[in-house]
C-alpha cells in the first residue's frame, strides 16, 4: 500500500519523538530539571498528537454511506485536539514552574548532561518542524501544519532550557523554572493560533479570494459560458470544494454536460487539492440579451426566406444601458444540408444561446418554431425590417417599455 508524504511525515516524527522522549525522562529522574522533565512529558503529548494526526489523514480520506463526501474536517477537528493539549501542556508547565520559584532552592544536578541532551532534542526537533512544516504547506495539510507550528514550540522550548540551565550554572538561581516559563508563553501563542485556525474550516470558512478569483478567470475563459451568477466554495480539511451557478450560452442538455465536465476537470487540475466542482446552470435573467438575425449573401440585408438564408447575424444587447456589445457574422452551417435545413438550423440557433430570432419570413406551423420555442428562444416575425440596423435596432429595444413591442 502507497504511504502518502504526509503520513510519511507522521511517521518519522513519531519514531523521532519517542527516541527524544525516552532520553529526556530518563535524564529529567537524576538532574532534578523541571524544565527538561516537562518538556520530556510535552514530547510525549507530541508522539499521541502525532499518532491522532496519522489516524485523521488516513480515516479523512475514507467514503461511506453515511458520509459521501469523506471525512475531510476530521483532520481540522484533529487539529482542534492539538491546539487544545497544547494550552493543557503550558497549564501544567506553568504551574510546576510557578511551585519551584515559590519553594526556592532547586538546583539541576549535573547540568552538562541536561544541557548536552537539550542540545540534541533541539536539533533533532527544529529538523522535523522544518520537514513537517514543508509538506504541510505542499499537501496542503492541515493537521500536519499544525504539528509543525508545534514542533517549533518545541524547538523554541529546548532552546530556552538550554540557555536557563547556562544561566543557572554561573550562579544565577531558579533560571530552569524561569526557561520553562518562555516555553509556556510560546506553547499559550501557538495553541490559540492552531486551535482557531482548525475551528474555522470546522466552522465552514471559505475559500481564500484569490482562489476564488482564479476560479473565475477559468470560467469564464470558457465560451460556453454566458455568465457567472455565483461562486462558492468551502475548505474542509486539505481539501477545497466549489460550487459554480452559471447561465450557459447554450441550454442543450448534452452541450450542457459537456461544459460542466471540462469545467470541472479544469478547475481541479489548475487548483491543488480541489476534490469536487459542483456546476449549477441557471436561467437565471440574464445582464445582456442575444440576438440572431438571418442575412442574404451580401451580409447587410435581412434574409426573406428562413432555413435558405446564407448567413447569421449575432447581435448581444447589455442591459438595462441597452447597447452593443457586439455583432458577429457567422456561416448557416445547414443552409447545404440535403434535407430537414430548417431543423437543423434551428438547433444551431438554439445551441449557440439565442434569446430571440427576428426573421422576415413566418415560421407558424413549422417544426423548426417547435425547437426553437422549446429552447426558450423567442421567434419575432417582421417582414417589414429591410435593413441591418433596423434590425439591430428591434433587437435592442426589445421589451423596452418607452417603445412599441416587437
Known sequence: MKVARTEKA????IAASVLMAAGMIA???PTGSIAILA?????????????????????????????????????????TGIGILILVCAYELAAESIRSIIAGGNRVDQPWLVMGTMAAVLAITASIAWYKGKVGREEHSPSLSADAHHAWTDAIACLAIVVGVGLEMLGIPDMDS???LVVVAFLIKTGIE??????????????????????????????????????????????????LSLVPLSYDLKEAERTSHAL???IRREIDNVDQVNVDFTVEESKHILGAVLLEGDGTTPALGYEEAPLVLFVEIALPERTVLYRRQEVNPAVEAPRGRGIRLAVFLSRSGIDVLLTRQSLHGDDALYVLESNGVEVVFRPDIISIEDAVEAIRLRDDPGHPPL
Open 194 to 243: 492552531v486551535t482557531l485556525e482548525s475551528l474555522k474550516v470546522l466552522l465552514d470558512a471559505s475559500i481564500e479570494r484569490d482562489v476564488l478569483a482564479r476560479v473565475r478567470e477559468l470560467v469564464m475563459e470558457d465560451p460556453h459560458v454566458r455568465e457567472v451568477v455565483t461562486i462558492t466554495g468551502r475548505n474542509s480539511g486539505s481539501h477545497r470544494f466549489i460550487d
Open 27 to 29: 535524564v529529567a529522574i
Open 39 to 79: 518538556e520530556g512529558i510535552d514530547t510525549v503529548v507530541d508522539i499521541v498528537a502525532s499518532l491522532a494526526v496519522l489516524a485523521g489523514l488516513r480515516l479523512s480520506q475514507r467514503h461511506s454511506r453515511n458520509f459521501p463526501a469523506g471525512l475531510y474536517k476530521l483532520e481540522n477537528l484533529i487539529g
Open 10 to 13: 507522521e511517521v518519522i516524527s
Open 178 to 180: 524561569v526557561a520553562a
Open 264 to 266: 470541472s476537470e479544469k
